[in-house]
T-cell receptor, first 119, second 114 residues
Framework: EPEVTQTPSHQVTQMGQEVILRCVPI?????FYWYRQILGQKVEFLVS????????KSEIFDDQFSVERPDGSNFTLKIRSTKLEDSAMYFCASSSPGQGSLSYNSPLHFGNGTRLTVT | GNSVTQMEGPVTLSEEAFLTINCTYT??????LFWYVQYPGEGLQLLLKATKADDKGSNKGFEATYRKETTSFHLEKGSVQVSDSAVYFCALSAVDTGRRALTFGSGTRLQVQP
């Protein structure tokens, strides 16, 4: 079964540094997402991406964050000038467009996450 | 705004016990409701879903019924196994507002003992 893959599985960085988290969505999916989970807290939506542009973003997704689909397979999350509070598990997800009225109910397929630790 | 509230864990049960994990939601309009499961070291996997009131989602022996009158979507299983040990997340998407993004609950850890 096709999977969403994320690399690296664990990233340690110093405060103020930039990190890029990488994801390879399922190949025929068209919607891409980033979520994060701070340890012990809720899974929070960051951003969704469709047709080479951001389609939704949360208030968490400020100018410190950016997303890109640099080629036909990768989907990246860049965090500039990392802060201690950016330490979290970051999940990538993708979904297919679905058909007609079912399009919004296409399930999200999640990767295993990247644990980001900012020291 | 939209929100999901789940019972806090961990929930510890013996094998073959009955499981209920409570989930209630607040949303404008008519959201779709989901349960996701996260096994140790893995990502979130869709367990079941329901898209309208009174729908029952089911998978792998788990069930949840979309109750609009009580704004609930409780997860149940009649007889749990050790392999069901995982973290369970209730979620909604406000499809009628055109938003695909999921709003998650805080997750409930289930531990099943042999």
């Amino acid at each position: 079964e096709p999977e969403v893959t994320q690399t690296p599985s664990h990233q340690v960085t110093q405060m103020g540094q930039e990190v890029i988290l990488r994801c390879v969505p399922i190949s025929n999916h068209l919607y891409f997402y980033w979520y994060r989970q701070i340890l012990g807290q809720k899974v929070e939506f960051l951003v969704s991406f469709y047709n080479n542009e951001i389609s939704e973003k949360s208030e968490i997704f400020d100018d410190q964050f950016s997303v890109e689909r640099p080629d036909g397979s990768n989907f990246t999350l860049k965090i500039r000038s990392t802060k201690l509070e950016d330490s979290a598990m970051y999940f990538c997800a993708s979904s297919s467009p679905g058909q007609g009225s079912l399009s919004y109910n296409s399930p999200l397929h999640f990767g295993n996450g990247t644990r980001l630790t900012v020291t | 705004g939209n929100s999901v509230t789940q019972m806090e864990g961990p929930v510890t049960l013996s094998e073959e016990a009955f499981l209920t994990i409570n989930c209630t939601y607040t949303a404008t309009g008519y959201p779709s409701l989901f349960w996701y499961v996260q096994y140790p070291g893995e990502g979130l996997q869709l367990l079941l879903k329901a898209t309208k009131a009174d729908d029952k989602g089911s998978n792998k022996g788990f069930e949840a019924t979309y109750r609009k009158e009580t704004t609930s979507f409780h997860l149940e299983k009649g007889s749990v196994q050790v392999s069901d040990s995982a973290v369970y997340f209730c979620a909604l998407s406000a499809v009628d507002t055109g938003r695909r993004a999921l709003t998650f609950g805080s997750g409930t850890r289930l531990q099943v003992q042999p």
